[in-house]
């Protein structure tokens, strides 16, 4: 699986959009990119996934470059909840292969 | 949506006893579950792929004697310490493949205190 690389934090205010990248230049044809994160002592939380083209959900949307070398994860209106450490994560299938993390991104959200 | 629920959440045992961790996919039949562990303040690392009816595959390092894994049916998967030692205290997280979605779900994780 290509690797990844992530800022180690990053803060935000309360109610302004969140917008956290990745970097996966060695990414082949046939990887996805996936967004899962992880709230203090507590499993991690699938987000979204894409392809190639972008995608939005209930939870954030995804913004993938036209040669998908990097990402953006968008969440468009941060709460004090969704402090966590975000991990991109590049894969092959849509998810029937082992999920390897890297670092993440600690996301502070503040009031 | 697909849940998968571990137990127990929270385990302390001495060292030199065994522990036993459930993983259950519960609305979903699981082929290959995985099991992680993750130190404070760390990521996840992955352990090793659990094979429904046949053996786990163990990741670069990880002693297959010392964490034993059965994945008895298409919705459990259990993971075991033996002979547990202060250093094998981590928190330890399970996924499960729900192939009908095409996706990849995570336990809450089992938190692992050995003295």
């Known amino acids: 699986d290509a690797k990844t690389t992530q800022p180690p934090s990053m803060d935000c205010a309360e109610g302004r959009a969140a917008n956290l990248p990745c970097n996966h230049s060695t990414i082949s044809g046939n990887e996805y990119v996936y967004w899962y994160r992880q709230i203090h002592s507590q499993g991690p939380q699938y987000i979204i996934h894409g392809l190639k083209n972008n995608e939005t959900n209930e939870m954030a949307s995804l913004i993938i470059t036209e040669d998908r070398k990097s990402s953006t994860l968008i969440l468009p209106h941060a709460t004090l909840r969704d402090t966590a450490v975000y991990y991109c994560?590049?894969?092959?299938?849509?998810?029937?292969?082992?999920?390897?993390f890297g670092a993440g991104t600690r996301l502070f959200v503040k009031a | 949506g697909a849940v998968v629920s571990q137990h127990p959440s929270r385990v302390i045992c001495k060292s030199g006893t065994s522990v036993k961790i459930e993983c259950r996919s519960l609305?979903?039949?699981?082929?290959?579950m995985f099991w992680y562990r993750q130190f404070p303040k760390k990521s996840l690392m992955l352990m090793a792929t659990?094979?429904?009816?046949?053996?786990?595959?163990?990741e670069q390092g990880v002693e297959k004697d010392k964490f034993l894994i059965n994945h008895a049916s298409l919705t459990l998967s259990t993971l075991t310490v033996t002979s547990a030692h202060p250093e094998d205290s981590s928190f330890y997280i399970c996924?499960?493949?729900?192939?009908?979605?095409?996706?990849?779900?995570f336990g809450p994780g089992t938190r692992l205190t050995v003295l």
């Open positions: 659990s094979n429904e009816g046949s053996k786990a595959t163990y």
């Open positions: 996924s499960a493949r729900d192939e009908s979605v095409g996706g990849q779900f």
């Open positions: 609305d979903f039949q699981a082929t290959t």
């Open positions: 994560i590049v894969r092959v299938g849509t998810g029937g292969f082992k999920t390897i």
